[in-house]
């Protein structure tokens, strides 16, 4: 299978909701990092983590190397969140970042 | 205030023109990318360097090389451009090749005609 992959690939939800994003790895990656890609184009770094879980504001991220998985979660979802949220994740082997194809958030007023 | 700078941000090119996409930095990285980025296939890499004359292939290099002569410089070139090559390029930086935060330019949006 692909070796990151995101899901759901699309998702919409109201203002003030809380949701969670995924990305599966199909190897033990080194890192991973969130990206959002708002309305302009433009890639905007949420997160980077080698273990653990990390917070800013609204938004919280975990990455568990053994079990292959990182996730997203948005709290209290905001009309300013829709865009494209890409996982990246460096492969431990292979050196390189590797990116999921995207989850498309859309927030609903 | 920590910057990936990209030039131009829109291009129109016949195909068989040659093009030259630049990016730059100001953090002092030494490693660098080149990203395409077509609906549906994300983002895929497509030349890595880790210092000045340092490039590595990434996954679809075919049909562009690069430059790098100076580590705040990192320039992607088409000679002879084709309409498949019609994209969003995006240049990224981060301070080292591993373990490191990949910063975004802006995008350079390709029309090939």
């Known amino acids: 299978g692909m070796p990151v992959e995101q899901n759901p690939p699309a998702l919409s939800l109201y203002e003030g909701a809380d949701s969670g994003l995924r990305c599966n790895f199909s190897?033990?990656?080194?890192?991973v990092q969130w990206f959002q890609q708002n309305h302009r184009g433009r890639l905007i770094t949420l997160f980077y983590?080698?273990?653990g879980t990390k917070e800013n504001g609204r938004l919280k991220s975990t990455f568990n190397s053994k079990e292959r998985y990182s996730t997203l979660h948005i709290k209290d979802a905001q009309l300013e969140d829709s865009g494209t949220y890409f996982c990246?994740?460096?492969?431990?082997?292979?050196?390189?970042?590797?990116f999921g194809k995207g989850t498309h958030l859309h927030v609903l007023p | 205030d920590m910057k990936v700078t990209q030039m131009p941000r829109y291009l129109i090119k016949r195909m068989g023109e040659n093009v030259l996409l630049e990016c730059g930095q100001d953090?002092?990285?030494?490693?660098m990318y080149w990203y395409r980025q077509d609906p549906g296939l994300g983002l895929q890499l497509i030349y890595i360097s880790y210092d000045v004359d340092s490039n590595s292939e990434g996954d679809i290099p075919k049909g562009y090389r690069v430059s790098r002569k100076k580590r705040e410089h990192f320039s992607l070139i088409l000679d002879s451009a084709k309409t498949n090559q019609t994209s969003v390029y995006f240049c990224?930086?981060?301070?080292?090749?591993?373990?490191?935060?990949?910063?975004f330019g802006a995008g350079t949006r390709l029309s090939v005609l």
């Open positions: 990224a930086s981060s301070l080292r090749q591993r373990q490191n935060t990949l910063y």
């Open positions: 190897t033990t990656m080194k890192s």
């Open positions: 990246a994740a460096e492969d431990t082997n292979a050196y390189k970042v590797i």
């Open positions: 983590l080698a273990q």
């Open positions: 953090m002092s990285h030494e490693t």
